[in-house]
T-cell receptor, first 110, second 114 residues
Framework: SQQGEEDPQALSIQEGENATMNCSYKTSINNLQWYRQNSGRGLVHLILIRSNEREKHSGRLRVTLDTSKKSSSLLITASRAADTASYFCASIQGAQKLVFGQGTRLTINP | EPEVTQTPSHQVTQMGQEVILRCVPISNHLYFYWYRQILGQKVEFLVSFYNNEISEKSEIFDDQFSVERPDGSNFTLKIRSTKLEDSAMYFC????????????FGPGTRLTVT
């Protein structure tokens, strides 16, 4: 089954605005993670939220998790040009396998 | 801050050739992984490795692929008889004991098969 489908696929906003990306998943999870990928580069782990948590903050990032709706959102506040990247949600299936969504491509315009 | 490193950053090979992609995981990590990302597509899990053996692998990871930890620091992915469709970014990742889900990724190796 597909796990971790992000919405929207692409988002373009002005610097200083907030960016919200959503992720939906199909199977039960123990935790959900968000990663960032700059163009042509590796994946950077941003934040992990456990299934018994509803909200988590890290700097300008806020992640929410609604297990009843099987969805999560990533909010980036006061966006900066350096936030331009693709953002992926991912969850563990089985013991260790991370399953990624298609990603949201975020562009911050100066 | 410790990081996962990968070499080479870009590898071009001819169809049918064998390639070895190399990774140096973070030194105190015990779980190692390979993922790949075909251009424009999702990141896909290939294989996980723990205690010198494969612990999980995907359908993609067939007999064409193998992994090895030849010494205390390197982790390699070998692709035998490469095909055009093997062209992708290959990412190595590692994680600590007890936290297999917090995986730290390397910068990737872009493999181009011609």
């Amino acid at each position: 089954s597909q796990q971790g489908e992000e919405d929207p696929q692409a988002l373009s906003i002005q610097e200083g605005e907030n960016a919200t990306m959503n992720c939906s998943y199909k199977t039960s999870i123990n935790n959900l993670q968000w990663y960032r990928q700059n163009s042509g580069r590796g994946l950077v782990h941003l934040i992990l939220i456990r299934s018994n948590e509803r909200e988590k903050h890290s700097g300008r990032l806020r992640v929410t998790l609604d297990t009843s709706k099987k969805s999560s959102s990533l909010l980036i506040t006061a966006s900066r040009a350096a936030d331009t990247a693709s953002y992926f949600c991912a969850s563990i299936q089985g013991a260790q396998k991370l399953v990624f969504g298609q990603g949201t491509r975020l562009t911050i315009n100066p | 801050e410790p990081e996962v490193t990968q070499t080479p950053s870009h590898q071009v090979t001819q169809m049918g050739q064998e390639v070895i992609l190399r990774c140096v995981p973070i030194s105190n990590h015990l779980y190692f992984y390979w993922y790949r990302q075909i251009l424009g597509q999702k990141v896909e899990f290939l294989v996980s490795f723990y205690n010198n053996e494969i612990s999980e692998k995907s359908e993609i990871f067939d007999d064409q692929f193998s992994v090895e930890r030849p010494d205390g620091s390197n982790f390699t992915l070998k692709i035998r008889s490469t095909k055009l469709e093997d062209s992708a970014m290959y990412f190595c990742a590692s994680s600590e004991a007890g936290q297999p889900y917090e995986q730290y990724f390397g910068p990737g190796t872009r493999l181009t098969v011609t």
